[in-house]
């Protein structure tokens, strides 16, 4: 496999950083996932907008323009052997002596680009959906950066697979659904699909963005607020949506069945949008 590690194209056994680098001591780098469709990188100006939200919220100059992130990036894509993948960039604030204050002068930023093949979710998941569970959200107030201290989501993430679950969906407050670890969770109610709205407490999906999209486009109705953990439990159907995970159906929460238990018609409906969505447009 070949990366991309400041400046260089290596194979991945030869990328070193240094054990000081900031994003090793601190966590402290932002980070993207981009998922490419027939060697195109889907949303490449959305993602690269959503990168620039992160790294304002951590007050770290971006080391490079939209163009040359394109051309990085499509240089990677080439350079790996798979049609579909999907790209990681971690941009951390460099190499510095141990010192929680920003390095000053500034240093160099570290920049790491790989991409790995993106396989399609598999047929039985589509099938059969996921098993989540609920957790309290105790990560922190500004979850709209995709930061790479991820130790809350990792270890929120692991619950669910100990348990023998496919993800975990977070309430805040004792109170609200914001998402899941690493994905954004949608309800449905009666045939109206319900988003939370993108604020500081959860990540702003591109695939969210595609969701809606597509439901507006194909005029189903939907309405974008708070959801409340009532809902979430009172859902006739729940959907997980990610880059790498495109849209999958939740059909046991905590235990019990969603709805009747089985993926249900909203489900068919979007996944089938978003199926000739990544024919037409993404492939196109
Ligand atoms: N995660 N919320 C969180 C906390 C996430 O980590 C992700 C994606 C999403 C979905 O965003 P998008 O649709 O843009 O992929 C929501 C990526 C895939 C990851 O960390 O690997």
């Known amino acids: 496999m070949t990366i991309y590690l400041n400046g260089q194209y290596l194979p991945i056994e030869e990328a070193k950083i240094s054990v000081l680098d900031r994003g090793f001591i601190f966590g402290d780098g932002v980070y993207e996932v981009i998922p490419v469709y027939s060697r195109k990188a ?39 052997p798979a049609e579909d993948q999907y790209l990681y960039l971690h941009i951390t604030r460099g190499v510095a002596k141990r010192d929680h204050a920003f390095p000053k002068p500034p240093v160099v930023p570290t920049v790491f680009v790989m991409t790995n093949p993106l396989p399609s979710p598999p047929a039985e998941l589509l099938h059969s959906g996921i098993a989540c569970i609920t957790a309290t959200d105790n990560r922190w107030l500004r979850c709209d950066i995709k930061a790479i201290a991820l130790l809350p989501n990792v270890l929120l993430r692991q619950m669910a697979v100990d348990a023998g679950c496919a993800e975990t969906i977070l309430i805040r407050d004792n109170a609200f659904m914001t998402e899941g670890a690493a994905s954004n969770i949608f309800v449905v109610k009666n045939g109206t699909l319900l988003a939370p709205p993108k604020d500081n407490l959860m990540l702003p999906g591109i695939t969210y963005d595609v969701i809606l999209e ?50 249900g018609a909203m489900f068919a409906k979007l996944h089938r949008h978003y199926q000739d969505f990544k024919r037409d447009v993404m492939r196109a």
């Open 214 to 263: 597509i439901a507006a486009a194909n005029g189903i109705p939907h309405e974008v607020r708070k959801i409340a953990v009532a809902e979430l439990f009172a859902a006739d159907e729940l959907l997980l949506t990610s880059s790498t995970k495109e849209v999958l159906a939740i059909t046991q929460l905590d235990g019990q069945p969603v709805g009747n238990g089985k993926p």
């Open 42 to 80: 889907f949303r490449l100006a959305e993602h690269l907008q959503r990168l620039q939200h992160s790294l304002d919220g951590i007050k770290l100059t971006n080391p490079h323009s939209d163009a040359a992130w394109t051309t990085i990036l499509n240089e990677l894509i080439a350079r790996n």
